[in-house]
Each structure stands twice: as structure tokens, then as C-alpha cells.
């Protein structure tokens, strides 16, 4: 990314920085990235080996519940399923699967994870999983845990949000794929009750080491209309690298009798455009104002508020007025280009706070508004203590730095191997499975499974628990399936001489 230092009228600072852009691209295709739209024909597209994607930019029905009250959460909202328990895999039907449709533009073998947490109780086997399925094309791994269909994704921890997500109860295999480049859907279906989604990812895991914070500060991936835009290096509300960038949590335009909201674009002329920030507790680092156009030329000035008490609904004879100049911005040929403005961050305290933008020149500016690829930040250097304690109350997964794997509990297998049969005194429902399968794919590509026998808990709940089902290479047999085959056996024998 190219970097031009541009010094203007007074003391701040601007720093102009280019983002590639295609010459034909229309302004209304660099609007909000999420927004409920659907992503059939416009998929997420991964790039340099990453696909980020916030749940709640695709809709969903049924019990799928979007919610904001548990703290820390990326993008807009979660989603929680609210449902039925759907324990086997012929119930993944029921759980009102959401499809994201996405893009590989680099092959190769890629491991899923989503960020997600429990929201009842404290177990760590409980409310804690889903349902995911690729679509065809994805392809097994030697090595790697066989996918075939609906697959169970859980994590292993309690009262956080965790980017963890295994497979095989008491193995907690990774979920890993092949993709060449092409394009590919996932599915997301609910199966445990109180199980919260909040992003996913794939990742090629030969040339990442995963890393919580760089995860959680990695912006959603671009739709496929968005690709020619570059847009901020880090997610909104992230602290990453010592930067803390913060979206504003409101845009209005007040003119002289009316406040009207803000969307993708924000007008900026000689009258008030006004932005809300959040600013954090304890921060002494220097500050900037990032803004990007949406026009060639551009011509505003930043003052801070009078006052941060209004929203939306506040009169516009009471809404805030310039009073501490703070930086100019003048600029041409700055069509989607970004602009740091250097902040005097003395007068940024604590708390709520305002800034104002207006004209000089009482021409009509427009900036890409807030939700964009390209909103409005305030970017707050930091240090890294400052960022591994706002990571830590943000996720509550203790040092961000550290790599999942370090810390991750395993889903301890439950001793009743029916979830129909809840063992006694567990509660109705509870997430029972107990299959073990290790399976491997040979050289010519063909699924060989080693997995010891196992009770088929996906199939039709009319089947008895008598009911085996062998693998196709053998394996062990415990002993009571040996007395019942052998007890099988000697009755065949005696009923074949029976009949002769």
C-alpha cells in the first residue's frame, strides 16, 4: 500500500493512503459488506490463504436468534440457536441450516474454526455445538478426519467466547479441508440449544499459526462486487498491533431544523455533520481520524463537540457546535482513498465524545459512511499490555497472543452412547455422543475407515440399540456385541436345523 504525506493549514498531519481500486467500479457496490444481503451470487472471496465471515451477514429463519447482550461479540450481532436439541445427524435438517456462499482464489488444505461460546450454564460439553457441511468440490486430507455430510463442530470451554472448533467426541479432530480454487458454499445448521455463532474462518494452516487476536482484528472478508477495494487493516473494535480502532457508534447530518441519520454515504458541507466515538479509559497514545471519500475532491475540517449528550432524536437546535479545531483536510484525486488525521488525543478524554465535520468552502463532500468497508475510525495507538488486557475483558479468553490449541478442553465422551436414553440423573437431551472413529484417505483418494465398531447414532430413532453397525475394514467388537452376535449366531444354527 503506497503512503503520501500531505501537510496542510495549521499543525495536523495527514496521511493520504491509496487503495487499489477498479476504474469501473459504481460507488454502490462499496457499501456494507454484511447487511443481510445474500451472498449466492455476490460470495465472500478469500484472500492469501483467509476467509473471515461475521454469522449474521447471511439472514436466518426458524430459531435462529440474533442477539447483542453477551459482551465482546464481532459485527453487528451473534446468532443463537434456540431450537431443539438436534443430537443426530439425520436431525441436522431441522436446524434451519444457513448457506454462505464463498470463493477460493488460492488452493490448498484449509482448517475451519468458527468464534463461538456456550450461553447456559457452566459445562463445557453442554450448548456448545453445531452442525456445518461443505459443499461438493471440498476435499478429505490424508491424515485428516474424514467429512462426509453434516459434521459436528464443538468447542470446549465455559463463559467465553473461543475460536475452537474439533470434531469425534474424545478426539477433537480438527476440521480440516482441501479446496481448489472455485466456488463453495458452507451450511451451518443448529444443534445444541444455547450455542452462539459469532464469525468463522478458514484458514491454510501450513502458513498460519493461529493466533486469537490476529483472528478477532481480521475484517470480514470481501464480497466478491468488493474486491477492488482495500478496506481497514483491522476490524472494527479490534485492538491489534497496538492500534485500538473504533467505529463510530453514530452519524447524523443537522442542518437547520432536522437531524437526519447518517448510512453508507456521509454528506459533509457547511453545515454540521456529527460522529460519536466511544473513546476508552486509561489511553494516553496518539491518535488519528481515518475518513475515505467517496468524490474526487474533498475540502472539511474537524473540530470536537461541545457536548456528547444527543442522538438521533435530539433537536437540531440542541445537537453539538464546532468548538477545538483539530485538523483540515484538502485533497484531490481522492476518490476511496483513505486519510489519516492526526488527532491531538489531550482533548480526547475518556467517555463519549463528538466530532464535527464541516466545510469550509460550503461545497458538498462525501464520505463513505458508517458499516462500510471504508467507515470512519478513530485509530488510538497503544500499548500491548493495554491491548492483551482489552482482549482479555473483550473475550474473556485470557491472554489473546496465545495460540487456542495451548488451552483447549476436550468434549469429555458421555458413558450412555444413546441420546435418546439420557444417562441417569443428566438432563433430558444431553449431548451423549461417544463415536470414536479415526479415519484416514489412502493414496487413490478412497476413504478408509479404521474406526472401531460404534452404535449408529445417526440413524432413524426407530432403530434398537441392538442394532450394530460394523465398519466396512472390522475392528474391535466389545464384549457384550460379541454375546449378542454369538447368542445371534447359536439361534441362526438351531433354526437351520430346525427346518431341515
Not at 431443539?84 to 434451519?96: H, I, L, M
Not at 484525486?333 to 469550509?360: C, H, M, Y
Request: net charge negative; charged share 20%; with cysteine.
Amino acid at each position: 500500500m503506497l503512503a503520501l504525506l500531505i501537510k496542510t493549514g495549521g499543525t495536523s498531519v495527514i496521511k493520504q493512503r491509496l487503495v487499489s481500486i477498479g476504474v469501473s467500479m459504481a460507488i454502490s457496490a462499496i457499501g456494507v459488506s454484511s447487511a443481510l444481503a445474500d451472498s449466492s451470487n455476490d460470495p465472500f472471496t478469500e484472500s492469501n490463504g483467509r476467509l473471515v465471515v461475521e454469522i449474521e451477514s447471511e439472514a436466518a429463519g426458524g430459531d435462529w436468534s440474533a442477539e447483542s447482550s453477551i459482551f465482546g461479540f464481532s459485527g453487528d450481532s451473534y446468532r443463537v440457536w434456540r431450537g431443539q436439541n438436534n443430537f443426530k445427524e439425520s436431525e441436522a435438517v431441522r436446524g434451519n441450516a444457513v448457506t454462505y456462499h464463498f470463493t477460493i482464489t488460492t488452493p490448498g488444505n484449509y482448517e475451519f474454526r468458527w468464534r463461538s461460546r456456550n450461553t447456559i450454564g457452566l459445562d463445557p460439553t453442554e450448548h456448545n455445538d453445531g452442525w456445518i457441511r461443505f459443499s461438493e468440490g471440498a476435499r478429505n486430507i490424508n491424515g485428516e478426519h474424514f467429512l462426509d455430510g453434516w459434521t459436528k463442530a464443538f468447542m470446549g470451554q465455559v463463559a467465553q467466547w473461543s475460536w475452537d472448533a474439533r470434531t469425534v467426541d474424545g478426539q477433537s479432530r480438527k476440521i480440516r479441508q482441501f479446496f481448489a480454487a472455485g466456488d463453495y458454499t458452507i451450511d451451518i445448521s443448529g444443534r445444541s440449544n444455547g450455542h452462539a455463532v459469532d464469525r468463522f474462518a478458514l484458514f491454510q494452516y501450513d502458513n498460519f499459526d493461529f493466533n486469537v487476536a490476529d483472528f478477532d482484528a481480521t475484517p470480514e472478508s470481501p464480497k466478491r462486487s468488493e474486491t477492488a477495494v482495500t478496506g481497514h487493516a483491522q476490524n472494527a473494535g479490534s485492538c491489534f498491533a497496538n492500534v485500538l480502532s473504533i467505529p463510530a457508534s453514530q452519524s447524523v447530518h443537522v442542518s437547520n431544523d432536522s437531524v437526519v441519520n447518517q448510512g453508507n454515504s456521509l454528506l459533509v458541507n457547511d453545515l454540521r455533520t456529527l460522529l460519536k466515538f466511544n473513546y476508552p479509559d486509561d489511553v494516553t497514545g496518539s491518535a488519528s481520524l481515518t475518513l475515505a471519500s467517496q468524490q474526487s475532491d474533498v475540502n472539511l475540517s474537524v473540530y470536537l463537540g461541545s457536548h456528547d449528550n444527543w442522538d438521533s432524536n435530539t433537536a437540531a437546535s440542541d445537537m453539538p457546535v464546532a468548538q477545538t479545531h483539530l485538523a483540515d483536510l484538502t485533497a484531490n484525486n481522492a476518490e476511496n482513498q483513505f486519510f489519516d488525521l492526526s488527532i491531538d488525543a489531550s482533548v480526547l478524554n475518556s467517555g463519549t465524545r463528538t466530532l464535527l465535520l464541516t466545510s469550509p468552502s460550503a461545497s458538498d463532500n462525501t464520505l463513505h459512511g458508517a458499516g462500510t468497508r471504508l467507515e470512519p475510525r478513530l485509530n488510538i495507538n497503544v500499548t500491548t499490555d493495554y491491548c492483551n488486557s482489552y482482549n482479555l475483558q473483550r473475550t474473556g479468553t485470557g491472554d489473546p497472543s496465545t495460540n487456542v490449541d495451548e488451552a483447549e478442553v476436550d468434549e469429555t465422551p458421555a458413558e450412555n452412547p444413546d441420546e435418546s436414553m439420557p444417562a441417569t440423573g443428566s438432563e433430558t437431551g444431553t449431548d451423549t455422543n461417544t463415536g470414536t472413529s479415526t479415519e484416514t484417505e489412502n493414496p487413490s483418494g478412497e476413504n478408509t475407515d479404521t474406526s472401531s465398531q460404534q452404535i449408529d447414532e445417526t440413524s432413524d430413532t426407530s432403530r434398537t440399540s441392538e442394532e450394530i453397525k460394523v465398519s466396512s475394514s472390522g475392528g474391535s467388537i466389545s464384549l457384550i456385541s460379541l454375546l449378542l452376535l454369538g447368542v445371534a449366531g447359536f439361534g441362526f444354527r438351531t433354526r437351520e436345523k430346525q427346518l431341515r
